[in-house]
């Protein structure tokens, strides 16, 4: 294939789109379809606004831009590495961020319930001073968390240093670098000794059988921050077990599992975990307050 073959962006767009379905390329990280994906890596790549397609539809290429544009379609196509890593960015409910492959692509339901400032089980939003964010990954949440909880401060924990580089970036990119403090540690090791009235958490929860089927661009991404042990529950026990003393009187812990709910239930068989809505549905995320931690 060659830049002759094309002129217009429709053009590219149609080939990137059946392009990606024969290669049989699997979405999720930001898009759900190889058509939104083609747009947006197309858009990205002529440095166009990544929400309007329609107007820059059939304007004529310069023979450098498809050049660049057949590049990252055979970039996605062939090496397989979610288009996040591509374009270093992720979007998140409408906030970016700069990603690279020291971190998973963001992408979490906790943001959904973030947004309605975790109603109605956090009934003032203004009176939460104090947070913990485990397993921080790209910084994403405690950015999203501090926009929400204007009195609060965050404290962002991840045990990969790595990680942690990336989430520094994000962190003074949105100039938080007063209301988030980022943390090296392994899960509560190196926090401070104080009560928070949030600890939320998206951790490692995918179970051993699941890690072994993961799609390639799955693959891509840090395994430290996808494998949960045999039954995907290995970091969510040690979050559980040390929330209570971390907690506040009326404090509230989060974690956000994923397809895990069967195996969290078993893990914690005397603890009445409350499933919150997501748009995936009731078993996503769930709840403990610190009364049922004690």
Known sequence: MTSNNFSTLRDLLRYAVTRFNTAKLVFGHGSSNAFDEAAYLLLHTLKLPIDKLDPF???????????ALLNVIEQRATQRVPAAYITGEAWLDGYRFYVDQRVIVPRSFISEL???????????????????????????????????FQ??????????????????RNVEEYELQDRITLIESDLYANVPKKKYDLIVTNPPYVNAQSMDKLPEEYQREPRIALAGGSDGMDLVRKIVAGAAERLTEHGILMVEIG???IHAEAAFPNLELTWLSTSAGDDMVFLLTADQLK
């Open 151 to 168: 009195n609060a401060h965050i404290d962002a924990v991840d045990v990969s240093a790595d990680a942690l580089a990336v989430a520094k």
């Open 259 to 261: 397809n895990e709910r």
């Open 57 to 67: 539809l059939d304007a004529r290429l310069l023979p450098e831009e498809i050049d």
């Open 114 to 148: 973030i947004r309605e400032q975790f109603s109605p089980w956090v009934g003032d939003p203004d009176s939460v001073s104090n947070i913990l964010e485990l397993c921080t990954g790209s910084g994403c949440l405690p950015i999203m968390l501090a926009d929400a």
